[in-house]
């Protein structure tokens, strides 16, 4: 009886704190990144190295980055985990080892895939400072979280499938076109949202590869800057520009909590069109 | 290709709108095929996962239109012994199967044949009914185009003529495109036999159809059955007894023997029931074991 008390005690504590932490946070961007906002500060270009004006070229050029990373990163982890899953067994040892480079490359820390990206697509290939070079390097970095969603997804699909259609003389491909990939599509999408999110908010890789310029990008070989890198510089090398951080910040948040609220949903619609029709 | 016993007479506009039955005259327990033709024969056939064998030298023949009981106690490779027949072993990476099968006397595990093509001929219906996630209609429909029927005309005379033959198309006319998952149970298994008659199948294998089902649903899939002979060959597993001896004209009792199953007897289904030659069998049929 106390036991079970003082287990819901805990658990309210601890989720109590974690919200607060939340809270707290987002409290304090609004405190002081607030008074910035306006719509005209979403679609102006920036001033003074960020201390006035708004943060148009920088959206853009965000908005550039993520598209090139996930149209690079979203088809060939499909393709690997439809490898993985589909087309290869389960203990054979090129798979192994695939899987076992993903692990690690999950774990590898973005300053390491930023200076990957600028020694390879900036140097090597000679992409230089761009948008591109950037785009590139976030899909080696988001390629491990894809393909594990991706192929959780897939294999979260009964195997009953398989033999059902294999049954029915169904090859492999038209299983999966049909019945597996329609079941697995809300973890793709989900894994989709996580690798954008984890795209949207890096720093350490895109500060050696598309680099600080906030003009507006005229294609994509320019250097364009990225909403974090506007925060850091802001924050860190930019007298005065505290509050213009805040303000971007809260904007990144903001962004942050859409794709996951936008996130769910869809999955939501897609598991319930499943259920219901198809 | 030998004709079969009864000619498929799959046309709808033959017999339009009336119930059709494909029976071969009034049904007695277990009546022998007027003339037994070998359809599938199978030779010394052994499987395994891994290093554990799961059947030895199992051989038997299997006659075209006519209903085979496999019966056994659990674990005795039943399952394992179906899907060998139509190559569904070759999904399980860990599964070893050796012996000849042969299917109008061409060997199956022959390089050339086509495995899907086998697999549209030996159609395989499972214990747990296995509708995909999409309507009703889109069941039928998706094997179909799969394999080049991708009129709409045509498959939409096939999805209503296979339906009228497992006996929902009156149940599901209105909801063609509602889910499949939404219908019940027995729905579902008539539904996935419904599947497997589109692609025009000349062998059912039948995995404990009628298990998951509740006894009215599984008279009415066993009567769906019984009017399926003669059309097809069946091969049915069952561990209802009772249901062996009413539909099938062929039974074969498995039973495991140093860790493996084997096939202990096969014979004309009332022979087994009646008169079993082992007493193994005997005491299977009476009861006492298994
Ligand atoms: N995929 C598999 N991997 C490993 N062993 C398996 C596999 N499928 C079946 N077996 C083993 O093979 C043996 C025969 O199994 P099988 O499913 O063919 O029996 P069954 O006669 O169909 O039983 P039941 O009446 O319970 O369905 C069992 O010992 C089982 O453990
Ligand atoms: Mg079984």
Redesign the pocket.
Known sequence: MLKNRLATLLIWLSVILISAVFVVLVLDLVRHGWAELSLAYLVDAPLDAGRGGGIGPIMVSTGLILALTISVAAPLSLATAVFLTEFSSKNSVFSGIIKRSLDVLASVPSIVFGLFGNAFFCVYLGLGFSILSGGLTLACMVLPILIRTFSEGLRAAPDEYRLAAAALGLNRAAALRHFLLPTATPALIAGLMLAIGRAIAETAALIFTSGYVDRMPDSLMDSGRALSIHIYDLSMNVAGGDSHANSAALILISLLFMINTLSSKLAYHWMHKRITCL | MKSLLIEPDRHPKDHPGQERSYTLGPLQAGPPCCDPQTLLSIKNLSLS?GS?P?LKNVSLDIYQGCITALI?P???????FLSALNRLTDM?P?CNVSGDIHFHGINIHDPKQDVLNLRRNIGMIFQKPLPFPVSIRRNIELPLREHGIDNPTESDAIVQQVLSDVGLWAEVKDRLNAPAQALSGGQQQRLCIARALALKPQVLLMD?PCSALDPISSAVVEDLIQRLRGRYTIVI?T?NLAQAKRIANYAGFFWVSDRA?CLIEFGQCKQIFESPQHELTAAYVNGSRG
């Open positions: 996962y554990t799961a056994g659990s674990g005795c490779g039943k399952t394992s399980i860990t404990e597993v561990h199953g």
